[in-house]
């Protein structure tokens, strides 16, 4: 499913070809809230800023299109885009990393919804005790299903590197979250 949507971004290859304002809603609607999501992976505390930085991303994006390789992935490319314009920003404001958000939660009975709150909750501490890299790693593994490979390239990282970090972070969710399981 995500080759069909993919191809779809990647048939446009620059702003010109299909229209500036459809390949921008196209682009907007598709991956907007996954790297909406995906900024507050790597900055978890700064809720007041991603909603600037991620109009900046999407506009990175969008403007980035005439130089989109359309052979390779739509979505390697805009999220290593999203991590780089997000490494930038904590370079430039020096931000020390802290955990405010909690993970959405889902209406229901009251009694599951007590129970989702605190599984949510210990997912999010457990997430958030991770390295920064090895959050970013989860979020796309998990979360965004996306391979390996896709993983190492949007992430700069060697695909073993990624493979190693990826049962690292298994190994600290099942223990963090042992009593949940």
Known sequence: MKRNRQNSIDRYGS???AGHDDTFSE??????KRVS???SIILP????NRD???QDIMLKIYEGLPSYDPSRSFEVWAYRIARNRCIDYLRTRHIHEEAHDTIPGRAGDPADECIR???DRAIREALDGLAPDDRQIAYLRFFENMRIGDIAASMDMNINTVKTRITAIKRALKSDLEDWL
């Open 27 to 32: 682009i907007w609607n598709r991956y907007g």
């Open 52 to 54: 600037d930085l991620f």
């Open 15 to 17: 702003p010109e070809k």
């Open 117 to 119: 709150s605190g599984l």
């Open 37 to 39: 999501y995906f900024i």
């Open 45 to 48: 505390g700064e809720t007041g």
